[in-house]
């Protein structure tokens, strides 16, 4: 049984570009949040997707979006890219159906804005 | 606001030392939830504590919810070498459905051999 899946594993972009992370969800699992993690910090929520629509969203600008797809899996878009969004960027994956609140993170997606 | 405080920010042991790290909230919890991350690594999913006063124990840890629900605490007896890492506590956002959460700083324990 795979648990949560993300790519690539390391990226490195320049400021003003666009990217875009990709997240597995844990077979079983019908919802995907995405969190950032700066150095040193604790996860901050980004958004929630579940039925493929954005259910939740923490206190991100409008240049991060999302998407999922009708497989559970999800994208973490970021248009424009500032210095400041270089972080790893994590997805968690839950059974909100199920009222499971155990949350499956994925290993993150390691962001370099330069 | 809805920040949980996480105290220490550091801590260091000698292995076979007792550690705790505490997690304080300034507003009534409706559940508290702790993660522990290795270094390089992703949070892990530990425990979820809901009720007041509640205890649970995992082998050598211990999750403390208070009574009024606004702390809770981990504590490790006889730290060894594989309990490094960060360890979290993560408070559900008002309004939030499961995996809206805010997560503290986290304390950062290092186990000397």
């Known amino acids: 049984d795979a648990g949560v899946t993300q790519s690539p594993t390391h990226l490195i972009k320049t400021r003003g570009q666009q990217v875009t992370l990709r997240c597995s969800p844990k077979?079983?699992?019908?919802?995907v949040s995405w969190y950032q993690q700066a150095l040193g910090q604790g996860p901050q929520f980004i958004f929630q997707y579940y039925e493929e629509e954005e259910r939740q969203r923490g206190n991100f600008p409008d240049r991060f979006s999302g998407h999922q797809f009708p497989n559970y899996s999800s994208e973490l878009n970021v248009n424009a890219l500032l210095l400041g969004d270089s972080a790893l960027y994590l997805c968690?994956?839950?059974?909100?159906?199920?009222?499971?609140?155990?949350?499956?993170f994925g290993p993150g997606t390691r962001l370099t804005v330069t | 606001g809805q920040q949980v405080m996480q105290i220490p920010q550091y801590q260091h042991v000698q292995e076979g030392e007792d550690f705790t790290t505490y997690c304080n909230s300034s507003?009534?919890?409706?559940?508290i939830q702790w993660y522990k991350q290795r270094p390089g690594g992703h949070p892990v999913f530990l425990i979820q504590l809901v009720k007041s006063g509640e205890v649970k124990k995992q082998k050598r840890l211990t999750f403390q919810f208070g009574e009024a629900k606004k702390n809770s605490s981990l504590h490790i007896t006889a730290t060894q070498t594989t309990d490094v890492g960060t360890y979290f506590c993560?408070?559900?956002?008002?309004?939030?459905?499961?995996?809206?959460?805010?997560f503290g700083k986290g304390t950062k324990l290092s186990v000397k051999p």
């Open positions: 507003t009534t919890l409706s559940n």
């Open positions: 077979s079983g699992h019908d919802t």
């Open positions: 968690a994956s839950s059974w909100l159906a199920g009222a499971s609140y155990e949350q499956y």
């Open positions: 993560a408070r559900k956002n008002y309004g939030g459905s499961q995996g809206n959460l805010i």
